[in-house]
Nanobody
């Protein structure tokens, strides 16, 4: 009965900021990594940011310097701070947790981010 729930999405003007949060319920052990993905209209899902226990965060080139991922493994939470938002950042954003046991990862339902020009 593990479930991930995103929050913090919404409508914002270009240049504005949003902070997305992801919270997990249920029993999760051995979390290997946490990340954020997005799916823009008419496009495939893409990785936005990923953070693991041993490496520095990885970011899509298009968001470097503007987005910041952070996490708390003990609290089973991950955040995505998005600054200087652009209309092309409009998408549904999903959090993802990679775990060591079946099913090996979990996905949230997604939260809509809309950036107006």
């Amino acid at each position: 009965q593990v479930q991930l729930v995103e929050s913090g999405g919404g409508l914002v003007q270009a240049g504005g900021s949003l902070r997305l949060s992801c919270a997990a319920s249920g029993s999760i052990v051995s979390i290997n990594a946490m990340g954020w993905y997005r799916r823009a209209p008419g496009k495939q899902r893409e990785l936005v940011a990923l953070i693991s226990s041993r490496s520095n965060p990885n970011y899509a080139d298009s968001v470097k310097g503007r987005f910041t991922i952070s996490r708390d493994y003990a609290k089973k939470m991950v955040w995505l701070q998005m600054n200087s938002l652009k209309p092309e950042n409009t998408a549904v954003y999903y959090c993802n947790y990679q775990v060591a046991t079946i099913p090996y990862d979990y996905w949230g339902q997604g939260t809509q981010v809309t950036v107006s020009s």
